[in-house]
């Protein structure tokens, strides 16, 4: 990094802490210039509740495990909506009303493949794929996946919506920085193989929510990510792609916001923000 982009990259830092100081809450902000490798952390290590940024890290445990053939893309398996909790293994059931569904409740009793599944999981972020998926990955086999990528803070713990697990705190947790080297990893395509890493970033492009990160960029700018979101709480992560063939990696993460839309806007204004200073 030479001098000038030293002294870009404070400004560009000061400027973000100062559109954060006018919110309520605590941000997160992860910026990594892929060419360079120029990069801006805030708070990169503080702890978040993961939200559905940690189906990340499901859909890589899976193209792991299909890498390995444990499993197939193809394979076809029941949709039920049944899960038992990692506190007692009492049953519990997702309920639509809390769900982002693309036609996957009406399925139930039937068979779905493992590649549709993933692609729910991220695009329009189905819980009830995501639960069948866990079922088929296990959690103790995500954290060493997550693991032997260097990736050692976060928690994949359970699926979603275990409320007697929420009750007592044992929560799917992450840091900003985790996920960035998540991204860093999948834009590199050193994930699982190069083929894997295409795909997954295939499905990451076509992510259904666009109210963060991408919300306030150009049309010919094309995002890779996965966002989270729970009470009071708005993540966005993943890759930005400028018309140039540059790239950039870009994780944001917030809690105890003022309300979910603040937290939105602010999102978007920051992801503006730092394409303004990339895209010089």
Known sequence: MNAQTS??????????????????????????????????????????????????????????????????????????????????????????????????????????????????????????????????????????????????????LRGVEDTKAFQTGRNNTTTAMDLALIFESLAKKTVVSPLASEKMLKIL?????????????PDNVKVAHKTGSITNVQHDSGIVYLPDGRAYVLVIMSKNLSSNNDGIELISSISEEIYHFAGQ
């Not at 893309?73 to 982002?100: A, C, E, G, M, Y």
């Not at 492009?205 to 960029?217: E, H, V």
């Open 7 to 156: 002294k870009d990259i404070v400004s560009l830092k000061t400027k973000i802490e100062s559109m954060i100081a006018h919110h309520q809450g605590t941000f997160a902000v992860v910026y990594k210039d892929l060419q360079t490798n120029t990069a801006m952390f805030i708070n990169e290590r503080e702890i978040f509740h993961a939200a559905s940024t940690m189906k990340t890290p499901v859909m890589i445990e899976v193209f792991k495990q299909a890498n390995e053939n444990k499993l197939s893309l193809d394979d076809s398996i029941l949709v039920t909506n049944s899960f038992k909790s990692i506190i007692d293994s009492s049953q519990f059931s997702l309920s639509l009303t809390d769900d982002s569904d693309d036609g996957l409740y009406s399925r139930l009793g039937k068979k779905e493949t493992i590649d549709d599944l993933v692609f729910k999981m991220i695009t329009v972020s189905s819980n009830l794929a995501t639960n069948l998926l866990i079922g088929i990955v296990e959690p103790d086999n995500i954290m060493k996946t997550m693991k032997s990528m260097n990736v050692n803070e976060i928690k994949v």
């Open 205 to 217: 492009l076509a992510q259904k929510f666009r109210d963060m990160i991408p919300a306030k960029l």
